[in-house]
């Protein structure tokens, strides 16, 4: 992802949270033709080593392709519909898995707070 210039990028372990994966990898890009690019580039390097892709929706619009790579999932988004969907605040509860040689910007570094919970009260 990093090597196609993708931004915000964040990998959320959520295996406690969830039976879906064990990862979640984010990355946003500026364009419909970044997201394409991004999503073929992790496609082909993870290919490459055996692992390719179980299933990968949204190439065709490129506003958000979703990669499942069954323990690892993969979203990547145009800026504006990473912000609309905000899975940093779905997922706040993660655990963020620090990545080497990589500082985050202040979308993917910050601890969004989880969304409170509404309880409704009991009726007699």
Known sequence: MLDKKATDVLILHVAKL???????????ADSDRQTRAIADHVDGVLSHSESGA?????K???????????DVVVHVFRQ?????YGL??????ARRVPIPGY????LAASKT???PRVHTAKRA
């Open 18 to 28: 969830t039976s879906v994966a064990d990862y979640l990898v984010l990355g946003s």
């Open 54 to 58: 179980l299933s990968i929706e949204g």
């Open 60 to 70: 065709a619009s490129s506003q958000w392709v979703l990669m499942d790579f069954g």
């Open 80 to 84: 504006d519909a990473r912000h609309h």
């Open 88 to 93: 940093e605040r779905l997922w706040a509860d």
């Open 103 to 106: 500082a985050p910007s202040a």
């Open 113 to 115: 707070a989880p969304r």
